[in-house]
């Protein structure tokens, strides 16, 4: 039984992660932040990224990214594996929304 599931099957990026795509969060450059579009991982998996406030809409800020990424949700830093990582697929938050 695999944790994460095939991509999304709406995906419009190729390389990165540029407006108006969605990419996973592997892609996001350190500092971004961004909001949680889509988790593609196994039900079980994806009920625990919603209890720790992984969950869709979520806005999130990619903190650190090297063996392990850590993300800031809700003011509390999250740390978790690169591969759970491609399981959260993300969008850009525009500038405006962020001084909303």
């Known amino acids: 039984m695999r944790a994460v599931n095939d991509r999304p ?3 419009n990026a190729s390389e990165g992660c540029a407006q108006p795509f969605i990419c996973p969060l592997t ?3 350190v500092g971004m932040s961004c909001r949680i579009k889509q988790l593609s991982a ?6 625990r990224l919603r209890e720790m406030g992984l ?5 999130i800020k990619l903190l650190s990214q090297q063996s392990n ?3 800031q949700v809700c003011n509390v830093r999250l740390g978790i594996s ?6 959260i697929w993300v969008e ?9």
């Open 82 to 87: 690169a591969e759970l990582a491609e399981a």
């Open 9 to 11: 099957s709406s995906i």
């Open 27 to 29: 892609k996001v450059r």
């Open 92 to 100: 850009p938050v525009s500038k405006e929304e962020l001084a909303a």
């Open 42 to 47: 196994s039900p079980e998996i994806a009920h």
């Open 69 to 71: 990424l850590i993300c």
């Open 55 to 59: 969950c869709e809409d979520q806005q």
